[in-house]
C-alpha cells in the first residue's frame, strides 16, 4: 500500500517537468458549480461525482476533473499560446451495481496535468511527446486515436444531413450507433402514428413533435445505404495496428472513403512530428475506434498509455477538445489539447519496479 | 434471536402476515393498530419488526435485522452492492409492480427507446438543456439508460405524485414504479414500449452474514430451502 505522500511526491516530480516544459501552474478549486459540469457530462457524471448543496451557490461538485475548469479559467483571461499545468485531487463515486467488488478503486486520487491551447499545428506532437517522455519508462504501451477521422467518415457517407447528425451524435455509443446503421441501411418501414384523444402535456411542444414526424415521414422516402458504405465503416473502426502499419492502410481507405484524406493526412504529419522527436512508432498502436470508448468531449487526436496491469485505468490519458473550449468560450474558442497523468499508478510502478 | 422487518402497514403488511400465516407462523400486531410492536407465533427464536417498507433495505444490511420482506425495487435502489450482504430468499407472490418509463400519452412520435433517445435528442437541441425524467428511483433509471445508450436527459427528484411533474412543467417524462397504470392513464402519459427497468414484487430477504443453523430451521417451517 502506498502512501498519499508518495504519491504526492511522484505527482511533485511530474509537475516540475510540465512547468520545466513551458506550462504556468493553476490551482482550480476543489468545489465547482455543478451546472456546467452537469450540462456537459449529463448524468454520467452525476453517478460517478459527489454532488453537494450549498444554500448560496446552489449545486456544487467536488472536483471531478481538471480540463473543464481549467478550459474555463483560460477562456476567461488566458492570453494565446498558453500552457497550464496542475497537480491535486480528483473525486469520482464507484458504483459497484449489484456486487461489491474485492478491490473497489479510490475514490480520490490524484491527477497532474497538461493543458496546451494553441495554433500550432504541431501541439499534439509536442505534448504526446512530452507525456511519452513522462511515462513511457514505467513499460506503458501508447494508443492513440482521431475522433475527426471517425466523424469525417461518417460526414462523408451518401446519407441526409439528418441521418448524418444523428449518426455522430451517437458515434460514442456504440451499440446505438450500430442500430443506425442498420436502419439507415435498409428499406424503411412505413409507419404508423397512432391517435390520441389525450390533451397535449408538458414543456415539448406540438410544432416539435409535427416536425418531427415530417422528418420520419421524408426519411422514410430515403433510399437504403448501400451495404458497400457499412463495409467499410466497419473497416475503418476496426483498424488497429502499429502505427508505421496503420498508415497505409488509411491511406488504401482513404481511397475507398475520400472524406477522410484530409483527416489521414493530418494523422500522417501527427505522426511524422512524433518520430521527429525521436519516438520509435513502432511502439505506438494506432486504433481508429480509441476515443470512442473515452471522454465525449475529445474531437480530434486522442492517446492513452496502459501498464500491462489487469483491472487498471489508463496511467496516463488525453486528447484535442477543440469543440469544447467553443461551448465554454461564450462566443471564443481556441484550438485545446490536453492530458493527464495518475501519479498514484506511478508511483505503485516505482514501488513494485 | 431472528428479528424479521416486516412492513408496518397497508396491504403489503397483511398480505405478509397472510404469507407467513399459510406456512404456520401467525404475526400479529400487539396492542392497538397505532402501536408498533408484534409478536411471533409458531416459532420460537422469531421477533417482528413492524418497519417503514423503504427503511427494510437499510436495517437488513446495517444487520440490525435479520430477514426482511420489503420490494426488489427498494433493495436494488437503495442498496448499491446489495448481493455482497443480502440473499433473496424467497419472491412472495404479491405486491407486483413494475419500474417503467412514461412520456406524455400526446407524443404521437414517441413509442419506444429509440424514439425516447431522438426526442431527447431533440429537445435538447431545442431547449438547450436536457429532457427531464421525474423519478425517485435514480441508480436504476441511470443504469438503465447507460446500458440503453441513452443520452441528453437528466434526472430530477421527485419523492411523490411524480405523474403530475409533466402536467406541472418540471418534468418531460417519468420514471416510476406502476402496477395496474390507472394512474398513468390519469394523468394522460404512456408506458414506452420497451422491458421494464425493473419487474419488482414484495420479497423475503435475509442479510447474508445471519446466517446459521437457526436461520435454517426457521427457512425449513417456511418450507423454503436457503
Redesign the interface.
Known sequence: MIGKREKQIVGQRLLAAFRDAGAAEIAPDILLPAESL??LY???I??RAYVTADPIRGEMMLRPDFTVPVVQAHMESGAEPARYCYLGEIFRKQ??????PANPRDNEYLQAGFELFSRDPDADAELFALFHGLVSPYGATAHMGDMGLLLDAVAGLPLTQDRAD?LS??IW????FD?LMKRFSSPTPKRQ????D???????S?D??TR??AR?QADAAVAPLPAVWTERLTRLFALRAPAPQALPALHELADDMPAIAPAVARIATRMQAIADRGIDLDGIIFDASHGRTTLEYYDGFTFSFVADREGWPAIASGGRYDALTRVLGKGREIPAVGGIIRPGLIAELEASA | MIRLGVPSKGRLMEQTFEWFAERGVTLSRSGSDREYAGRVDGVDGVSLVLLSAGEIPRELAAGRIEMGVTGTDLVHEKLAGWKSDLVELAPMGFGHADLIIAVPDCWRDCTDLDDFAAVARDFRAEHGFRLRIATKYHRLVRAFLARHEVADYQLVDSQGATEGTVANLTAEAIADITSSGATLQANNLRILQTDPILRSQATLFANRAAQGPQMSAFLTQLGLTA
Not at chain 1, 458504483?95 to 461489491?100: E, F, I, L, V
Not at chain 1, 389525450?198 to 415539448?204: E, F, L, N, P, T
Open positions: 452537469l450540462d449529463g448524468e454520467d452525476r453517478a458504483d459497484m451495481g449489484d456486487t461489491r444523428a451524435h451517437h455509443r456504440p451499440g446505438r442500430r402514428f397512432h391517435d390520441t389525450s390533451a397535449w402535456a408538458g414543456m415539448r406540438q416539435e413533435m418531427r414526424i420520419l
